[in-house]
């Protein structure tokens, strides 16, 4: 895998924490040691933190040819038995869970499985290979122009795939990162920013909305040079704010768009075109493809027409899995069908439009509306039916008995009350064909 | 009502807790209903509850209910 050959390359500061600075040959060294407990294609649960033992253990597996699927925590183990993991790693311990098996064994280039959605007891799986990988980190290097002299901070969890495609890129290059578990709204996390004179910060539309709420404009932060944003879309008042900031301080915002099945980095807006193009996606990463498809598959040619959003790369992953006998399949076709609906302008910038599948971010993590009323009802609230859109959801229920199981349910996957809205109907409206009706839910919601 | 039980209340809606934990030792981070996003929540809600206008400093130091009550009195409100 390039990525590891590179890193074993590199030399200065790999990573810095609030107890170490961590050498690349240090880093390299560790994770050969953990390497050395783990097998070749034989599944591997990793407890993954934002610590420098994770990033060890992770380089680890990479080094290892061993797949992992990253937890964020041991409890975390039950929800992919499907899976049948040969070892639980957590803080560069190995624990073996079962015996090496030699006749399922994993596919050669098979390195990471990601969940898809922010739903518990989804099993479903990507599967990445360490060309998705790879394909991937090179061309968010190349279009973000980093090198050894940036240094980002962990200010998004490594499970996820933005927070570790930002690991992957700064050690591709030679780069280095702070490694934190504070927040944006810690003190020590700001302490943390000055101190280590951190040139970039990454953030979902939480965090530049909470920025600027903090009154961040204010700061004095003057290493800081770069800010990427994605995880959803951020309010074009809010961009429009950090334009104007960033015009002014000589820094470069990078708006992008991505899946976890794309690795998961699909487009960026250039930032000299942040105020320009307002909104938009902006284009293709390096060595990918977008294009528009109509209802009928049919490329979408004329600008400003809308289609379904269908990306094309090295990046694109192998496929889903749902157990562990899928852990043997190969690279399928490179094309992803997002399930977003888009435009294109006439000098070929990319809008985002609208969702042709249900599914809603909320806090950055994908949450599919039919798998929330599939989960629903099988606890028990067998009239419900859920809507929504970023960071807001609605669930409509026809009995009142049942809305402590909501709320529970909702408390697991920790969407904050702030975020949603139940709604006790009589009965869940239905159209003539029998389908629910979302569109009178949503009048009745008055909330999306 | 007193400014202390609009406190108690702001806070239980904004973490989506019960009153009764709602004590001056409670800390930001100590329970999974006070994690960042809720602190952004409760800090919206302290804000037009209390008609105050915190700043970066207020926010990021408010780190358990005490030093919410000490933020607030340097705002004028009085516990």
Known sequence: ?448 | MTNNERLVATFATSLNIEASQVVDALEYNTIPQWDSVAHMVLVAALEKEFDVMLDMDDIIEMSSVKIAKDILAKHDVVF
């Open chain 1, 1 to 448: 895998m390039q990525l590891i050959e590179r890193i074993k390359q590199h030399t200065g500061i790999a990573l810095i924490d609030r107890q170490q600075v961590v050498s690349y040959e240090q880093l390299t060294q560790q994770a050969e040691q953990v390497a050395n407990q783990l097998a070749s294609h034989q599944l591997v649960a990793l407890v993954m933190e934002n610590s420098v033992a994770s990033i060890v253990d992770y380089l680890a597996c990479l080094m290892a040819r061993a797949p992992m699927i990253l937890i964020s925590d041991a409890e975390q183990l039950k929800q992919y038995a499907e899976y049948q993991p040969n070892f639980l790693l957590y803080n560069n311990q190995v624990t073996v869970l079962a015996p090496v098996n030699t006749t399922q064994q994993s596919h050669t280039d098979l390195r990471l499985l990601l969940s898809t959605s922010g739903s518990t007891g989804s099993p479903k799986m990507v599967r990445l290979s360490a060309q998705n990988l790879d394909a991937n980190t090179a061309a968010i290097v190349e279009y973000l122009e980093l090198d050894s002299t940036a240094r980002s901070i962990t200010s998004l969890p490594l499970t996820y795939s933005f927070g570790l495609s930002i690991l992957n890129s700064y050690l591709w290059v030679g780069a280095s990162l702070v490694v934190t578990e504070t927040s944006i709204t810690d003190k020590a996390f700001w302490a943390l920013m000055k101190e280590q004179a951190v040139t970039s910060f990454s953030g979902v539309p939480f965090h530049f909305e909470t920025l600027q709420r903090l009154r961040f404009f204010n700061m004095s932060l003057p290493a800081l040079k770069v800010f990427t944003q994605a995880g959803g879309k951020l309010r074009n008042e809010v961009l429009q704010a950090f334009a104007e900031h960033c015009q002014a301080n000589q820094q470069r915002f990078y708006v992008m768009y991505g899946q976890t099945e794309a690795a998961p980095r699909i487009s960026y807006l250039p930032p000299d075109y942040l105020l320009e193009k307002l909104g938009s996606i902006g284009i293709s990463v390096p060595r990918g493809e977008l294009t528009l498809v109509d209802e009928n598959g049919a490329k979408v040619t004329e600008p400003n027409q809308e289609g379904e959003l269908v990306y094309q790369g090295e990046n694109v992953m192998m496929g889903y899995a749902a157990n562990r006998v899928d852990l043997g399949l190969g690279q399928g076709k490179s094309v992803l069908h997002t399930g977003d609906l888009a435009k294109r302008d006439a000098e070929g910038y990319f809008y985002i439009t609208g969702r042709k599948s249900r599914f809603i971010k909320m806090q950055g993590k994908r949450i599919s509306l039919a798998h929330l009323e599939e989960t629903l009802k099988q606890r028990g609230v067998t009239e419900n039916a859920c809507l929504g859109q970023e960071d807001k959801l609605v669930i409509a229920y026809a009995d009142c008995q049942h809305q402590p199981t909501i709320v529970a349910y909702l408390q697991e996957l920790s969407v904050h009350p702030a975020f949603y809205q139940l709604i006790l109907l009589d009965r869940i409206p239905y159209t003539n064909s029998g389908k629910v009706d979302y569109p009178l839910l949503k009048r009745e919601a008055r909330w999306l």
